[in-house]
């Protein structure tokens, strides 16, 4: 299955500011990679997806860019607010998924 | 339209007694999922059923056995419960790979 992993467990920001965080995957032949939202005390909520044939997918507020070159893709957040503050996973096209650590996003007010 | 509902929401149990946590679907979802979810761990799999009829390990079924009733519900039980199972569990199915929809949780804890 695809091994995907976060590159930091926790990212502060300020309020406003921009976030992105990061995640590096090892299977060249997934096509299809998720970012999934966990608030505290709730499950993991899908976010946006995007497939291997695209660079960026756009969402609101949300943008994915995925480098299959170096094999990474991240989350920017644009614009951050304190309803951003959960753990974000990344995850690979599977249906067996694997989910990893995430990275815990702290937004300072 | 509920999504996927889990009970209970909490439960305490004492080590060696059994219990069965309960989830249902009603997005006619074929594959269905029962993550556990410790601190600084991330989500581990504990079984999937990937249709109605079969069930399979995931990376951590020890302690645990599961039911697939019918195509809306997928049951998790522990015959005898231990302390290292103290835990979130979360209920989870899809229809498009990678893309599940999860329930809110059952907080576990053994004594």
Same mark, same amino acid.
């Given at each position: 299955?695809?091994?995907?992993? #976060?590159?930091? &467990?926790?990212?502060?920001?300020?309020?406003?500011?921009?976030?992105?965080?990061?995640?590096?995957?090892?299977?060249?032949?997934?096509?299809?990679?998720?970012?999934?939202?966990?608030?505290? $005390?709730?499950?993991?909520?899908?976010?946006?997806?995007?497939?291997?044939?695209?660079?960026?997918?756009?969402?609101?507020?949300?943008?994915? #860019?995925?480098?299959?070159?170096?094999?990474? #893709?991240?989350?920017?957040?644009? =614009?951050?607010? &304190?309803?951003?503050? =959960?753990?974000?996973?990344?995850? $690979?096209?599977?249906?067996? &998924?694997?989910? $990893?650590?995430?990275?815990?996003?702290?937004?300072?007010? | 339209?509920?999504?996927?509902?889990?009970? !209970?929401?909490? @439960?305490? *149990?004492?080590?060696?007694?059994?219990? %069965?946590?309960?989830?249902?679907?009603?997005?006619?979802?074929?594959?269905?999922?029962?993550?556990?979810?410790? !601190?600084?761990?991330?989500?581990? *799999?504990?079984?999937?059923?990937?249709?109605?009829? %079969? %069930?399979?390990?995931?990376?951590? !079924?020890?302690?645990?056995?599961? /039911?697939?009733?019918?195509?809306?519900?997928?049951? *998790?039980?522990?015959?005898?419960?231990? !302390?290292?199972? %103290?835990?979130?569990?979360?209920?989870? /199915? /899809?229809?498009?790979?990678?893309?599940?929809?999860?329930?809110?949780?059952? @907080?576990?804890?053994? *004594?």
């Amino acid at each position: 299955g695809e091994s995907v992993g #976060l590159h930091l &467990p926790t990212l502060s920001v300020q309020e406003g500011d921009n976030s992105i965080i990061n995640c590096a995957y090892s299977n060249s032949a997934s096509d299809y990679f998720i970012w999934y939202k966990q608030e505290s $005390g709730k499950g993991p909520q899908f976010i946006i997806d995007i497939r291997s044939n695209m660079d960026k997918r756009q969402g609101q507020r949300v943008t994915v #860019l995925l480098n299959k070159t170096v094999k990474h #893709l991240s989350l920017q957040i644009a =614009a951050t607010q &304190p309803g951003d503050s =959960a753990v974000y996973f990344c995850v $690979g096209g599977s249906y067996i &998924p694997t989910f $990893g650590r995430g990275t815990s996003l702290i937004v300072h007010p | 339209n509920a999504g996927v509902t889990q009970t !209970p929401k909490f @439960q305490v *149990l004492k080590t060696g007694q059994s219990m %069965t946590l309960q989830c249902a679907q009603d997005m006619n979802h074929n594959s269905m999922y029962w993550y556990r979810q410790d !601190p600084g761990m991330g989500l581990r *799999l504990i079984y999937y059923s990937a249709s109605e009829g %079969t %069930t399979d390990k995931g990376e951590v !079924p020890n302690g645990y056995n599961v /039911s697939r009733l019918n195509k809306r519900e997928f049951s *998790l039980r522990l015959e005898s419960a231990a !302390p290292s199972q %103290t835990s979130v569990y979360f209920c989870a /199915s /899809s229809e498009v790979e990678a893309e599940l929809f999860f329930g809110s949780g059952t @907080q576990l804890s053994v *004594l």
